[in-house]
C-alpha cells in the first residue's frame, strides 16, 4: 500500500510555514490521540502517520528532499519515514513540546501515558573573545587560554549537601522531578505535566546544605583550555566548545564554551575576504622604464615584474597567496596595487631634468636611446 502524501495527511498546503504545520499537527494528535480512541487501530494507525508527516515536513533539510524525491527520497534516510517502527512512547517523546506548547505543560496523554522524566540540569554557557593576528587567521592556530568558569565544589562533590547520601526524595513529585495536573476540557480530561517547583525538576533535595559552596553545587574556578582555531576564520566569527562553559551541579551536563574571534589590523596588509590587499609605491623612473620588486607576503617574500609604462592604480595578482577558506578548500589572492611616489621637493638639477622631459614628444624609451639615457640620468638622482 502506497504512502499518503504528507501534506495531505496534515491537511497543509506544500508552503506552509512552521507555524501552520505545528497548529495541524496538534490538530491531528488531538483528533487521533490512542486514549481518546481507545481500541481503535485505525485511529492509532492515524496518530503514528500525522507524526511521521510532522517528522520530517518540520525538518527544514528532510522536507527539502521530500519535496523533491517524494517518499522515494525518505527511504534510508536519517529518521526518515518512522511511522511504523515507533512506539507511542517515542512520539510523545520526540513530539512532547508541542503538546506542552498547546496544553500549557508536558502533554502526557489523555490517561497519563507518557512517563515524567526527571529534568536534566544543564551549566550554563560562557563566552570569551579571543585576538588573532593575520598569520594566525592565514594558517590556523591553537591558542591555550585560561578560563574563569563555575566549577563543582570539591567539598561536596557538586551535590550541594553535606552528606549526599542522606540527600531526601522530593515529597511533592514522590522523586520524578514532574508534578501532573488533570483538567477537565470539552475533549474530555486533559492530563499536563510541569517542572516540579520544589526540587527544580531533580528529583531530590537537600536537608543539610555544603557551608562551602552554600548548596549550590557550584564554586569559582578555571580552567586551561586549548582552542583548536581553523584557518580563515573572519572577525565577528563564533566557535562553539561543547561541554567547556560552566559546568552544572549533582551531576547535570555543563554548558557550551562560545568563542568570539576578533581579528586585529595589520601593519601593511588589509583583508578583503580571503584576499590580501598591498599598495607598494614605485617611483615614477621605474613606472617609466619598468623594473622588478620584491613584495611581502604572508609566507615570505615573492618578486614581480613591473612592465614599462605602468599608471598608478594598477593592479597585480599573486595566486594562492591570500586566506584559506574556512573549512574549504579555496585560498584567496595576494592583489598589489601599485602607487607612483611623486617627490615633494626636488633638487635644481632635477628640475632641470624635468623640464627637459617637458620638451620630449611622443617618447618611447625601446626605440629612443637617447631619451632613454635620459631617464637613465634621472633615475640616478630619484633613487
Known amino acids: 500500500m502506497s504512502k499518503r502524501d504528507y501534506y495531505e495527511i496534515l491537511g497543509v498546503s506544500k508552503d506552509a510555514s512552521e507555524s501552520e504545520l505545528k497548529k495541524a499537527y496538534r490538530k491531528k494528535a488531538i483528533e487521533y490521540h490512542p486514549d481518546k480512541n481507545p481500541d481503535n487501530a485505525e485511529a492509532e494507525e492515524k496518530f503514528k502517520e500525522a507524526a511521521e508527516a510532522y517528522e520530517v515536513l518540520s525538518n527544514p533539510q528532510k522536507r527539502s528532499r521530500y519535496d523533491q ?7 534510508g534516510a536519517a529518521g526518515g519515514g518512522f511511522g511504523g517502527g515507533m512506539s507511542m512512547d517515542d512520539i510523545f517523546s520526540n513530539f512532547g513540546d508541542i503538546f506542552g506548547d498547546f496544553f500549557g505543560g508536558g502533554f502526557g496523554g489523555f490517561g ?3 512517563q515524567s522524566r526527571q529534568r536534566v540540569v544543564r551549566g550554563s554557557n560562557l563566552r570569551i573573545r579571543v585576538k588573532l593576528n593575520l598569520e594566525e587567521v592565514a594558517n590556523g592556530v591553537e591558542k591555550k587560554i585560561k578560563v574563569n568558569k563555575q566549577v563543582h565544589c570539591d ?23 514532574r508534578v501532573t495536573r488533570i483538567s477537565n476540557t470539552f475533549l474530555g480530561q486533559m492530563q499536563t505535566a510541569s517542572t516540579c517547583p ?42 562553539s566548545l561543547s561541554g567547556k562553559g560552566n559546568e552544572a551541579p549533582r551531576g547535570g551536563v555543563p554548558g557550551d ?24 609605491s614605485i617611483s615614477y623612473t621605474e613606472a617609466v622604464l619598468g623594473t622588478t620588486v620584491e613584495i611581502p607576503t604572508l609566507g615570505g617574500k615573492a618578486r614581480i615584474k613591473i612592465p614599462s609604462g605602468t599608471q598608478a592604480g594598477k593592479l597585480f595578482r599573486l595566486r594562492g597567496k591570500g586566506i584559506p577558506e574556512v573549512n574549504g578548500y579555496g585560498k584567496g589572492d595576494l592583489i598589489v596595487s601599485v602607487n607612483i611616489w611623486v617627490p615633494s621637493s626636488v633638487t635644481k638639477e632635477e628640475k632641470k631634468l624635468l623640464e627637459e622631459l617637458k620638451t620630449q614628444k611622443n617618447f618611447i624609451p625601446d626605440q629612443d636611446k637617447k631619451s632613454k639615457s635620459f631617464f637613465d640620468r634621472m633615475r640616478e638622482y630619484f633613487e
Open 198 to 239: 520544589r526540587c527544580n525538576g531533580e528529583g531530590k533535595v537537600i536537608t543539610d546544605r555544603c557551608t562551602t559552596c552554600s548548596g549550590s553545587g557550584l564554586t569559582k574556578g578555571e580552567e586551561i583550555i586549548s582552542i583548536k582555531i581553523p584557518a580563515g576564520v573572519e572577525h565577528g566569527m563564533q566557535l
Open 69 to 75: 524525491f517524494g517518499h522515494a527520497g525518505m527511504s
Open 112 to 114: 497519563g501515558r507518557t
Open 257 to 280: 564554551l562560545i568563542v568570539l574571534i576578533e581579528e586585529n589590523e595589520h601593519d601593511i596588509f588589509k583583508r578583503d575576504g580571503i584576499n590580501i590587499l598591498y599598495e607598494h
Open 155 to 177: 567539598t561536596c562533590g557538586g551535590s550541594g549537601a553535606k552528606d549526599a547520601s542522606k540527600m531526601g526524595t522530593c515529597q511533592t513529585c514522590n522523586g520524578s522531578g
